[in-house]
């Protein structure tokens, strides 16, 4: 029986859609009038998409109806999934697919915990879905990262129990997620922000099979 789940998270971690998410949501701010830097995108890490617009709209002290609200997050979507028609394999960040294999082979259950409502189309298009046992994304959960929800669903999903299971991230929300669940996180980034994360790595191409291994037996 498989003992350690993997669950990764997407954005950041598997692919870089971030940039393209930048481009809509300051696309949207132009629109309204204000700018949006990519320092301010920082806040968006792992969060919403819902949260993110009312950030950006306090960001840009701009008041909205609930009709204006839901009109902008179905625009911002709209233009993310333009940027995002175009994606191909190139664009898996570095070493990912060789820890997939790595995995795979040796029958590792393996899930996504993602808040975005694109993984599927996403991991579709870079040819990385076969991977995935499970998919759990926006469309699974009510309640965003920094909330455990989206990983507790993709732990159940694959059948292990949440303490057996690693989580790869690269917000802050979604380090603070694992450890909520009691799963083991690995930040993939900068380790002055992941601090909380349980171990740090710039990227994949840190991680050695032997690594994952000891993982698997911790």
Same mark, same amino acid.
């Given at each position: !029986?498989?003992?350690?789940?993997?669950?990764?998270?997407?954005?950041?971690?598997?692919?870089?859609?971030?940039?393209?998410?930048?481009?809509?949501?300051?696309?949207?701010?132009? #629109?309204?009038?204000?700018?949006?830097? +990519?320092?301010?995108?920082?806040?968006? %890490?792992?969060?919403?998409? %819902?949260?993110? &617009? #009312?950030?950006?709209?306090? =960001?840009?002290?701009?008041? *909205?109806?609930?009709?204006?609200?839901?009109?902008?997050?179905?625009?911002?979507?709209?233009?993310? &999934?333009?940027? =995002?028609?175009? !994606?191909?394999?190139?664009?898996?960040?570095?070493?990912?697919?060789?820890?997939?294999?790595? &995995?795979?082979?040796?029958?590792?259950? @393996?899930?996504?915990?993602?808040?975005?409502?694109?993984?599927?189309?996403?991991?579709?298009? =870079?040819?990385?879905?076969?991977?995935?046992?499970? @998919?759990?994304?926006?469309?699974?959960?009510?309640?965003?990262?920094?909330?455990?929800?989206?990983?507790?669903?993709?732990?159940?999903? @694959?059948? @292990?129990?949440? +303490?057996?299971?690693?989580?790869?991230?690269?917000? !802050?929300?979604?380090?603070?997620?694992?450890?909520? *669940?009691? !799963?083991?996180?690995?930040?993939?980034?900068?380790? %002055?922000?992941?601090?909380?994360?349980?171990?740090?790595?710039?990227?994949?191409? +840190?991680?050695?099979?032997?690594?994952?291994?000891?993982?698997?037996?911790?």
């Amino acid at each position: !029986m498989k003992k350690t789940g993997f669950i990764f998270d997407l954005d950041g971690v598997v692919v870089d859609t971030a940039k393209y998410h930048f481009l809509a949501w300051r696309k949207l701010a132009n #629109e309204l009038g204000f700018e949006f830097t +990519e320092v301010q995108n920082e806040l968006f %890490k792992g969060v919403s998409r %819902k949260r993110c &617009l #009312e950030i950006l709209l306090g =960001i840009g002290g701009i008041q *909205a109806s609930q009709d204006q609200f839901d009109q902008w997050m179905i625009e911002k979507n709209i233009d993310y &999934l333009n940027y =995002i028609e175009n !994606m191909d394999a190139s664009e898996i960040l570095p070493d990912v697919p060789k820890i997939l294999e790595y &995995l795979k082979a040796n029958d590792y259950a @393996i899930a996504l915990g993602s808040a975005s409502k694109n993984a599927t189309a996403i991991l579709e298009k =870079i040819n990385l879905i076969s991977y995935f046992d499970a @998919i759990v994304d926006g469309n699974n959960v009510t309640k965003a990262k920094p909330d455990p929800e989206v990983f507790l669903i993709a732990a159940k999903s @694959i059948q @292990i129990q949440p +303490e057996n299971c690693v989580v790869f991230e690269d917000s !802050m929300a979604g380090i603070v997620a694992a450890n909520t *669940a009691k !799963m083991v996180s690995i930040g993939m980034g900068d380790a %002055k922000i992941l601090e909380q994360a349980n171990y740090n790595f710039n990227d994949f191409t +840190e991680i050695d099979i032997e690594f994952l291994e000891l993982l698997s037996k911790s």
